[in-house]
Each structure stands twice: as structure tokens, then as C-alpha cells.
């Protein structure tokens, strides 16, 4: 099996530093299932081209046994599901995850993006094409162009015959894929490395919870925004629900700081089903449950009367956004320990181009919630949105004394995902929580018994309702609190 990869940057041989490979050498390395060779069957000033050449040793691979507990779904022990499937079948001649494995381990350095000799050149854009002659394409070619499209590249995938010579017996499996455009080179390498096993679905070794690094670390930069990153995150590990739920999560929340005027879309951490890309059990209203949450806030807001309005824990700044809006508010306050939250907030406001009278509504602060910050003080209300979870239970004191005690705002409004849903998702494992960072996740018991006790220790009325569609057996998604201050003293300690 095949991939080259040419470029007309000038001069052309540059490719050969970037991807630290001597052009007037064989390069081989060993590989569990045989040996790659990287070869460059042209190197001049104008164009130069390298080629990675995986020869399989067939022994090999049948008696290679897929790792960790047995075959991934597609497995390319057994990839056409018969008997003989381990000694008869395509894994040595049509691109794979054996492919795939063999350019993370011929080009690593290129990969990472690393170059002793051309640092500056690595990290430019130039012309590439890439060429993988025979490739198992599950979806055919017009997958191949929804996959590779969105990434910059102009995609020509054709379409092989099963028999040149019977042009009625229609076409194989396998595309002859050529990739154009201009792109970093290690970008390019790792389109390949993530999208190859994708468009196979299917791979030569057991999927581990470890594959969702490997996935974010080559995805990085471009599968979070990617049109298609629920099908990807599904193939690439494997079609396992789980492990796809956990690496979706963490790719909304890079979706959220790397793309700040996208809404707030956590819910897509969930794999259901027949509605898995809205990332929503089957049945249940697509609008994103982000969405609602913050409808819900609001609502709150508007009803306690307030003007001067803190957001704690405010991250990219997903609900900022809606506060600016409404002019009822007179000075808005975001805070986060995270700086790069607030850089990203700041980008979602646009506060370079907000005229003074509008910039001068809004402030962002650095804050920890654990610790008393005077400046927060005094404010009508303040809003704790998805954020008490991602405190380790022994913290909460001290972010209730400093909330509820110090800053004492005269409405807290907080939401926090209801544990009982979870079974409603089916991307969820057992005992699963809703986002890698959550340290813990309530039961509607265990909201009420906190929100009642912080409520009689600091002053505060409660108040508890559901946000999302209402399950009659395990209530709704998430779960809001309005705890109002009654008025008096400053309340008690915990």
C-alpha cells in the first residue's frame, strides 16, 4: 500500500527536511506487521515527491492478534468476517490504519510539526498533493469529499472497477484518492493519519480508552469545527459509544474556546443513536440543550429584577453574549480563573468594536470562586451556570462562603446537570459523567438537599426547577436553582 507526497514550493527539496528524510536515500522502518520504506521517486528544484511504501509481511498479520481484549468492530484480523478472513483479504494492498500507523511512525517529526533545519518553513502553508492509489472508502467517494473538503483540500475521488475489462459488473469498494491544496505539511499528515482508518472504518487493533488522546492530539486545530467530527470520532474509535462520547465532549469544549461565536453546544458529547449528531437521546427535542439552559437563566434574571449582574465561571462567554443584548442591564461582570476563557470571551464579545457606552457595560475579571474578592460584592445577582461540578466536593464550602457570604448577591441562580438523566443518554457507560472535568454530578435529591442547606446557612430563599424536556421517571437534564436573599445579617457559616 501507497501515499505520496509532492510539492512545487521552491525549492522543492525542502520536503525532504521537513519530513527529515535524506531525498537520495531508502529510508526503512519496521512496523509490527511488516516494513515501511519512504522513497522519493523525484527531487528537483521545481517538484519533489516522497513516497511511503508499507509491505506486509502476510505472516504477520495473520497471526498479529488485536491487543487488549479482542477484535475492534471491522477488525483487520478477520476484516471480511469468514474464516478465512485473516489469510485472505485486502490489508496488504488498500490504505488502512496499518497505513495510518506506519506515517506516525516513518514521519513522526513531521507530524508534530517539528523541523531542526526548516522551523519557519514547517510552519507555513504550501502547495501539497497527496495521492493514495487504493483506498477502502465505506461511503464512497462522495465521502472521501465530505471529509477532506472541509479541510482545505480539493478532493478527486475516483471510483475503481471491480474489472476494467467488464464495465457492467460496476465498481469496487476503492477509490483512487488525490488530495490538492496548500497546507501546513504536518496539518496534511495528520488529515491523513485521522481520516484513513475513518473512511476504512475499520482497524487493525483493539480501540482503548487511549485512542481519544491519540484523536485530539492529531485532530487538533481542525476535528472539533469539522462538519463531519461525529461520524469521525464514531470510526476512528471504533464505533464504541463510550469512548466516542468522551472524545466529542472534549471537543465541544475546544469548539467553545477555539470558535467563540458558535453557541455553547456541550450536549454533543452524547453518542444517541438515531439522533446522535444533535447528540440528543432518540425522541428528544433537538435544540440544543445549551441553548435552553441559557433561556432558562434569563428567565430568572428577568424575573429577580436585576441590573448589575455577575457571571461566575463565565468561560467563553456563551451567555455574556444574550446579557449584552438586553440593555436592562446596566453593568455585566464576567469572572473565571482561566485566562484563556476570558481571551476567549473577550473575542465572543467583540469589545474592540463595541462603541464606549456599550464597552463600558461590561467587565472581565480574573477570579477564583474558592477565594473572597471584594470587587464581587454588591451585585443584584449572579449566576453559577454548568460550574459547582467541576469543583472537587471538598471545595464547595469555600465556594459557598465566598459566593453566598462575601459577595452576597441578592439572587444566585445555578444549574448543574440532573445524574438521573444520564441513562437517557446512551453514550454514557454506567456511573458515566456528562464531561471529562465533572467531579461529581447531583441526583434532583442531592440539588435540593445542597441548594436547601447553603439556602438556611447564608439567608436565602429556594427555589428548584428542570431545564430540558421532562422525563417522567428521570426528570429533566438539567436542574436550576434561584436562591434569593431574604435580607438581614450576613448569614452564617458552613
Known amino acids: 500500500m501507497l501515499i505520496t507526497v509532492s510539492t512545487t514550493h521552491r525549492p522543492a527539496t525542502d520536503l525532504g527536511y521537513l519530513l527529515v528524510k535524506h531525498p537520495d536515500r531508502v529510508h526503512a522502518f519496521g512496523v509490527p506487521t511488516g516494513t515501511a520504506y519512504v522513497v522519493f521517486p523525484e527531487a528537483g528544484a521545481e517538484r519533489c515527491t516522497a513516497a511511503l511504501l508499507l509491505d506486509i509481511d502476510p505472516l504477520a498479520l495473520a497471526v498479529d492478534r488485536p491487543r487488549r481484549g ?27 490504519s496499518l497505513l495510518s500507523s506506519a506515517l506516525s511512525t516513518a514521519f513522526r517529526s513531521a507530524m508534530r510539526g517539528d523541523s531542526k533545519d526548516r522551523p519557519e518553513l514547517a510552519a507555513t502553508a504550501i502547495p501539497l498533493e497527496l495521492r493514495v492509489p487504493a483506498l477502502r472508502c465505506r461511503g464512497g467517494a462522495d465521502l472521501a469529499g465530505r471529509l477532506f473538503a472541509p479541510l482545505g483540500w480539493m478532493v478527486t475521488a475516483i471510483p475503481i472497477p471491480l474489472d476494467p475489462t467488464r464495465p457492467d459488473w460496476g465498481d469496487s469498494r476503492y477509490v483512487d484518492l488525490t488530495l490538492a491544496g496548500t497546507l ?27 485512542e481519544i488522546d491519540k484523536l485530539i492530539r492529531a485532530g487538533a486545530g481542525w476535528l472539533a469545527a469539522h462538519p463531519e467530527r461525529g461520524l469521525i470520532t464514531r470510526r476512528y474509535l471504533a464505533h464504541r459509544r463510550a469512548l466516542a462520547g468522551a472524545a466529542l465532549a472534549r ?52 424575573r429577580s429584577g436585576a ?69 464581587l460584592r454588591g451585585f443584584d445577582a449572579a449566576v453559577l451556570m454548568e460550574v459547582v461540578e467541576h469543583l472537587d466536593p471538598p471545595r464547595l464550602p469555600a465556594l459557598e462562603a465566598a459566593v453566598f457570604g462575601h ?31 465533572h467531579r461529581f454530578e447531583w441526583t434532583r435529591a442531592e440539588f435540593a438537599r445542597w441548594a436547601g442547606a447553603v439556602g438556611a446557612s447564608y439567608g436565602y430563599t429556594v427555589s428548584i426547577s428542570g431545564v430540558g424536556a421532562d422525563d417522567p421517571q428521570v426528570g429533566s437534564p438539567t436542574q436550576l436553582a434561584v436562591l434569593a436573599r431574604t435580607g438581614g445579617g450576613e448569614g452564617g457559616s458552613r
Open 70 to 96: 479482542g477484535p475492534a468492530r471491522g477488525s483487520g484480523s478477520t476484516p471480511e468476517g469468514f474464516t478465512l478472513g485473516r489469510y485472505v483479504n485486502d490489508r496488504g494492498y488498500a490504505a488502512s
Open 184 to 210: 501546513r505539511l504536518a496539518d496534511a499528515l495528520n488529515h491523513l493519519y485521522v481520516l484513513l482508518p475513518v473512511l476504512d472504518d475499520a482497524k487493525h487493533y483493539w480501540v482503548a480508552p487511549d
Open 251 to 302: 471537543l465541544a469544549e475546544q469548539r467553545l474556546a477555539d470558535e467563540p461565536t458558535d453557541p455553547d453546544t456541550v450536549v454533543e458529547s452524547y453518542d444517541g443513536g438515531a439522533d446522535e449528531e444533535a447528540g440528543l437521546p432518540a425522541g428528544v427535542d433537538r435544540q440544543p440543550l445549551a441553548a435552553l439552559r441559557r433561556a432558562a437563566v434569563l428567565d430568572a434574571l428577568d
Open 307 to 375: 441590573a448589575r449582574v455577575l457571571d461566575l465561571g463565565c468561560g467563553g462567554g456563551a451567555l455574556l453574549t444574550d446579557l449584552v443584548r438586553n440593555r436592562r442591564y446596566t453593568e455585566i461582570v464576567g469572572t473565571d480563573v482561566s485566562t484563556r476563557s476570558l481571551a476567549v470571551a473577550e473575542r465572543r464579545l467583540r469589545l474592540d468594536r463595541l462603541p464606549p457606552r456599550q464597552r463600558d457595560r461590561i467587565r472581565l475579571w480574573q477570579s477564583a470562586l474558592t477565594y473572597r474578592d471584594d470587587r
Open 407 to 437: 459577595a452576597r448577591p441578592g439572587t444566585v441562580i445555578v444549574t448543574t446537570p440532573n445524574a438521573e438523566y444520564n441513562v437517557r443518554y446512551p453514550g454514557l457507560a454506567d456511573g458515566g459523567l456528562r464531561h471529562p472535568d
